[in-house]
């Protein structure tokens, strides 16, 4: 990027118009979605929240459109852990095309079992990269059909410590919830930087972009009732930590950034300002072993594998 591109202004709180345009947000319903898709509802774009839970989702819609008047967001059931559910799934997106799909719905869990999905897969790495890897095959034409579409991918800082096990993506040996919660993020950002190599190989209008929210706590996270509520409490105690992570509607802010500023190239890696934890959004290098070549194109060999999926994604 520029030095003149890197000094120009991004103000998180006058984001550009997106009046016309459509956006999927998985896992819209809570977290770092919830608030992605809040932010993008104030841009006058459709955004439309993946969630199985309907009534989540319509929590969600409902505290969207209390605070963004005029707000068009809508709801797709969407089940990233039943793999033969996804393309009806699109099917029932109902749109001419789609300018980007934010791929953020995550499952992590702390304590063991093992638990699967209805695959057969771990859940972790099922949910977080399989469901979100074959999402995209589904969602290809209507990426392709927008005059620059985006897929982002939210990582995670947890996946700059680990590494990917090539012969055990399902943790089947020694499993360790939160390790396997860090590779299935680490997974989903190979996936990205290696899909952002492929769209250009063959020179598709589709950009693929990777950005973290840093460190985003729910105590430093404004309350947005139904979906999430913090009492005054809560936030004094952990405003000490606000001094290193943010909350996650700042945490948000790099997804958004991402999915919106024309700035933005296929290939790169956002995340927060302040040693990748918290403040403002800013480019960020990619850590090599993200950005492997080896290492991607062999995750998105097995990944098809697992799931079943054309080798092309259905970009072609």
Known sequence: MSSASQSRTWDVHRLPSAEGRNFLVTGGNAGIGYFAAEQLAATGAVVVLGSR?????????????????GARVRHLVLDLADLSSLKAAVDRLD????????????????????????????????TNHLGHFALTRWLAPLLSAAPAGRVVTVGSFAARSERLDLDDLGSTRDYRPKRAYGRSKLAQMCF????????????????????????ALDTLTPSRAPVHVTNPGQRLRALPAGLLVQGKHA???????AVLDPEVRGGQLWGPRVFGLRGLPRREPV????????????????????TGTDPDLGFR
């Open 192 to 215: 990205g930087f290696e899909l952002d190599r492929r769209l250009r190989a063959v020179g598709s209008t589709v950009l693929s972009v990777v950005a973290h929210p840093g460190g």
């Open 251 to 257: 945490g948000a802010r790099p997804v958004v950034r």
């Open 287 to 306: 850590p090599s072993h993200m950005a492997d070549p080896d290492v991607g194109a062999r995750l998105w060999t097995a990944s098809g594998e697992l």
């Open 95 to 126: 749109l001419g095309r789609l300018d980007a799909v934010v791929h953020n719905a995550g499952v992590a869990l702390d304590d063991p079992p093992r638990r699967e999905t209805a695959d057969g897969h771990e859940l972790m790495f099922g």
């Open 53 to 69: 839970d309907a009534a989540k989702a319509d929590a969600a819609m409902a505290s969207i459109r209390s605070r963004v008047p």
